[in-house]
């Protein structure tokens, strides 16, 4: 019969650990006094978060732990022979030579040491100040956060590296064991991890106990005694202090420069469907076992070779415009990582296979293999003449359409009016406006938030402050969005040249689509011209309509500068 292995439970091998190890002493003392907490968390292996640095006071228990690092040749000399090693680091001083100790290295009885962390109450602060060692955050190219410090991977998704908690009368900082010990193993340090704890209850009187525990990556001491009033009220204490060591190790938590030399299990995608059986054709998108155009046949598939998918597989990226962006012909993640991608006929996102393989971090292949859909529809036309025919063309790229009639739009009303007709947008706003893509899903709630950005981009961005300087009729009341169609109207333009703009407004004002219902949802769609499309052909439709106003702005704003140079000239000449 088979059983799982279910830790803490079921068939699970017991843990190293001092609780593991170290027989309780046969003496008679309370048991309450035997800190069987603090022993199961001494291991060589530990795992999840460790705690390298603690300081606090109850009435039940006080004490802390400290941790410096070690050449790891030396770790067991100096666990064995040379105990408390360390112990000043973190603390400046001057001599009275002239010399002085930078509190960041420390030769002790010819042992080396070094600071990684502590916790400090510095003259002025309410609470303690956490320091950590700043060759281990540049190992990680780690950022501050509340109370920690994380890092981003090499698919740019934030881990946890460092946390603590801290109170005016204690603190605690906590480790990955994973990424603290590959930063040990790649610095060729060990830790030394001191402990000091003391239990203190009320008990009738016993003898004193000591015991000490002593192995290869181990030296702890224990008592525990009866003495009336040592510690106020308690009658009877114990406590354990001592060392142990925690070796560098390389695991599966790397620095991102280190996991794109890692060797990789490479998954399979749908590349295409068997005629013959309908069944899905796959292929392994490792650029070593895919074809190019210098192989000397053609028995393997080809490294450009389309695999397509889900639009909703860039829903994670659009929902962080601030770390993600997205354009019609490629998706990028900082400086970290980018693909090229592209939109088909029936706008499924296509990417190389063998770009999956090189370009897209490994830890992204689940998520894209999840969206993975046979091949449906024709390739992008500009794409395809680019990459093949090595034709100069365009793609499709409505939004991005939309974003450059914005900017030149901006660009000749500065020229005209000495200031912008569009505000700068706020540094969250802008990061919506050039990662917009529109909707990724025909759920009834996803156009909304596209059309939002819109109208937060185009109408509320509207600068009414040039407006009022040269609107001739503008009347007491009126709003910005009236103030720019009676500017249009008066160089010429109808009326109706910006009412896609009066239209996304009224549309916002309603709430959007995502809480309307019944027959008010179906007339917001009709009032903004997009009844029985799709949600993204409705996006389409809204910013090209927005694109022809705006261009058509621009052309008015152009003719009145020449008009004015013209004037100029006449008036020079006169």
Partial sequence: ??????????GSKPSENLANLWERPKEEFPSELWPTGRLRSVSPNPSGWLTITEQFFSEPEHGGCSCVLVKSEE??????????????????????????????TESSRGKYAEFFTQGRRPSGSSIAVVDVSLPFLWYWDAFPVKDGWNYLNRAGREQELIRWEVTPDSWKVEVRVLEFRSFLAASNRDALIRID?????????????????????????????????????????????GEYIIKGLRTSRLPRSEERAEERDYPTFIYGLDSATGQPLTHICDPDKLGTYFDKDGTRLHYLTPVYFKREVLQPYAAEPGRYNISSSRLTCLNLWGVDISFNSIGLVEVYLGDLGSDLPSEEWGHWRSYNVPPEGEMD??????????????????????RRARAKAVEVSTELFGTPLWKPLSSELLHEFNSLIGPLTEDGSSLGPSLLILTKSLVDGIDPTPLKIHVINREKGDQSLRLLQKYVQQIGAPADTISILFELQNFRSKGGIAHLAGSQKENARVTLGISD????EAFESVSTRITECLTNITELMKQQIAANKTSNTTEEGT
């Fill in 75 to 104: 770790s067991s000399e100096v666990l064995q022979n040379a105990r408390w090693v360390g112990r000043d680091l973190g603390d400046f001083a001057v001599w009275s030579d002239g010399g002085f100790d930078n509190g960041l």
């Fill in 197 to 241: 704890y003391t239990s203190k209850i009320d008990a009738p009187p016993f003898d004193r106990v000591d015991s000490t525990f002593q192995n290869d990556w181990a030296h702890v001491d224990f008592f525990c005694t009866h003495e009336l009033g040592a510690l106020n009220d308690r009658s009877a204490f114990s406590g354990i202090s």
């Fill in 381 to 402: 036309e500009g794409r395809f003449r680019r990459d093949f025919l090595n034709q100069a063309a365009h793609s499709k790229d409505i939004p991005g359409d939309l």
């Fill in 533 to 536: 499309m799709s949600n993204f």
């Fill in 1 to 10: 019969m088979s059983m799982p292995s279910i830790p803490g439970y079921i």
